[in-house]
């Protein structure tokens, strides 16, 4: 079996170290029989100086026995480690090949050392797959959400310049309205992104934010009754410390949500404040979110499902809206929670904690 890289060098390592004790063996015995004699003269015998013929042949035999064991061990050990170490090796060369379902064997998990490096490479291998999918799954997407307007935009556009429509107010408003959402869907993928990346600076600041809540609701309040959809405010003053703008960029979001998707009602905006930290709470009639969506309803680009069939549910928006709610607690060191409400619907909480729990 030809040998090569660490399986040779620990072989030779174990052979040289047999070899060295055997020579050990040996240098040793004659010292002491020299030592024994000089000093301890009757002890023992006066010794030959060189072997004989039989214990040439047992010097030698030895030697072999010993140098074919320690090499048998040492291949035996190389072969433990390489498993998980060319595993490894191999894997990586997949990876940088582009196959993102490589794995590498741990092998004899008795060689900690080994496995861990082997586990810590499959950890790695599974975000890097992870973070492929994701990729995939936003620019799908992101694609599919700018194509709508996109699409509208380049018939209205065309439309004009060949004169098929009027150059008519109403016409150039649908198109401001079009570069609007397109606008919120580029400033939605920049929050949630910059928060993916650490990057989202907050201006923190104490602030009592009853005056902003009204202000927001007051703003939302035309579209909201329009869509038969009627807010009350049920506030709590006090100080909060949060960035003002990014708190009513959330707010925002969420009566948006509502908007869009909650049965016609009364809604209430709620706020609560306690030694842990601050809550925002917005609070629907229906239809109320089915529990398996709601582990992944705070995620870009998720829809609910429709309750009263299992369907994927209206989508209108581009799915953003509640990421961009929990990308700005996680800036603020809070979390977003959607809950059951005691109406039948849907409690969607913002929570983050105080300055003293901050610090």
């Known amino acids: 079996m030809k040998l090569i890289g660490l399986s040779r060098t620990i072989a030779l390592t174990m052979a040289a170290m047999a070899f060295g004790i055997t020579l050990f063996v040996v240098a040793a ?38 140098l074919a064991f320690a090499v048998i061990v040492g291949i035996h050990l190389a072969r433990r480690i390489l498993v998980p170490l060319n595993s490894v090796t191999e894997s990586i060369r997949r990876v940088a090949q582009g196959d993102l379902d490589a794995r590498a064997t741990t092998g004899d998990r008795s060689l900690g050392e080994a496995a861990v490096l082997a586990n810590d490479f499959n950890a790695l291998a599974d975000q890097l797959q992870r973070m492929s999918k994701d990729m995939a799954f936003w620019n799908a997407a992101i ?23 009027p150059p008519e107010t109403a016409q150039f408003q649908s198109l401001l309205t079009q570069i609007d959402g397109m606008a919120k869907l580029i400033e939605d993928l920049r929050a949630v992104s910059l928060v993916e990346n650490g990057h989202l600076n907050l201006e923190i600041q104490p602030c009592d934010l009853s005056a902003d809540i009204e202000s927001v609701v007051e703003f939302c309040r035309h579209a909201l009754n329009a869509s038969q959809h009627y807010p009350t405010l049920d506030l709590q003053s006090g100080t909060a410390y949060c960035d003002p703008f990014r708190i009513r960029q959330a707010l925002l979001a969420l009566l948006e949500n509502v908007r869009q998707h909650a049965s016609p009602g009364p809604i209430t905006i709620q706020t609560r404040q306690d030694n842990a930290g601050y809550v925002l709470r917005v609070i629907d009639t229906g239809p109320g979110i089915p529990q398996e969506d709601a582990s992944h309803i705070f995620t870009a680009f998720r829809h609910a499902r429709d309750t009263e069939n299992g369907t994927p549910g209206d989508k209108r928006g581009s799915g953003l809206g509640l990421a961009v709610v929990a990308a700005i607690a996680k800036a603020h060191h809070g979390e977003a929670r959607c809950t059951p409400s005691d109406e039948g619907g849907s409690c969607f909480e913002l929570s983050w904690p105080t300055q003293s729990h901050r610090a």
């Open 143 to 165: 694609a599919h959400e700018l194509r709508t307007p996109v699409t509208i935009l380049r018939g209205r556009l065309q439309g004009l310049a060949e004169g098929v429509f």
């Open 29 to 66: 015995s004659y010292v002491f029989y020299f030592i024994a004699f000089h000093f301890w003269e009757g002890s023992v015998s006066e010794p030959n100086m060189l072997p004989t013929g039989p214990e040439w042949a047992w010097l030698a035999g030895t030697t072999l026995v010993g």
